[in-house]
């Protein structure tokens, strides 16, 4: 009598593109668009639909260095926000934080920072189409960001004269402040986060993370 041998079901292969939800989060098995060919002017007019994950430009390149904000942090962003409108930057000087907006750099990149910082002469710079470079960005950073790809947005920020960097990382409740690509301040819990020489707006991680 033949033995019946139970064959173990072959792992069902994602297609490039296809999403799937895991705690809430839509991911893919690969972003959709990464190493779409496209002109700069293509790409700023471009309105993909969200999938899950923030594309960049680089060189005529769309690349995908992270996923879009998650709903978790909208909070963090909260907390930003509302300590940011305090400021005199703010009160006086009509500027403003805008999440995930286009950074065109000089290097020859379009760069969307979790969170950036505009003036107002910027503001108005970008109504008549020009493309202003932030003086101080924010980025939150998840474990699935590659080092390297955060070491070189570095060298592309500070290369487009961006004054101030924050990595802010939620799972470790720390942030890493830049004002230089070697000069770095770990913060965590009560130490004071400076964007100086940006703007004067100091938050501590308790604040960030509350």
Do not use: H
Request: aromatic share 10%; with cysteine; glycine share 2%.
């Amino acid at each position: 009598m033949a033995t019946l041998v139970k064959r173990t079901p072959r792992p069902q292969v994602v297609p490039i593109g296809e999403p799937r939800i895991r705690n809430g989060v839509v991911r893919l098995y690969r972003p959709k668009y990464d190493g779409l060919k496209m002109s700069l002017q293509d790409f700023l007019d471009w309105e993909p639909k969200p999938d899950g994950w923030k594309y960049e430009w680089n060189n005529g390149i769309v690349e995908v260095n992270e996923e879009s904000m998650k709903n978790t942090e909208r909070k963090m962003v909260r907390n930003i926000s509302r300590a940011f409108i305090k400021t005199m930057a703010f009160e006086q000087f009509d500027a403003e934080l805008y999440p995930e907006t286009d950074c065109v750099l000089l290097s020859g990149q379009v760069r969307r920072p979790d969170i950036a910082y505009f003036t107002r002469e910027q503001i108005e710079a970008s109504a008549r189409n020009e493309q202003p470079v932030p003086a101080f960005v924010m980025e939150l950073i998840s474990p699935n960001d590659k080092a390297y790809k955060l070491e070189q947005k570095l060298d592309e920020y500070f290369a487009a004269s961006v004054a101030c960097v924050w990595y802010i990382y939620p799972n470790l409740k720390q942030v890493n402040v830049y004002t230089s690509r070697t000069a770095v301040k770990i913060c965590l819990d009560k130490t004071p986060c400076s964007a100086a020489p940006a703007l004067d707006f100091t938050m501590t991680p308790n604040e960030i993370f509350a």
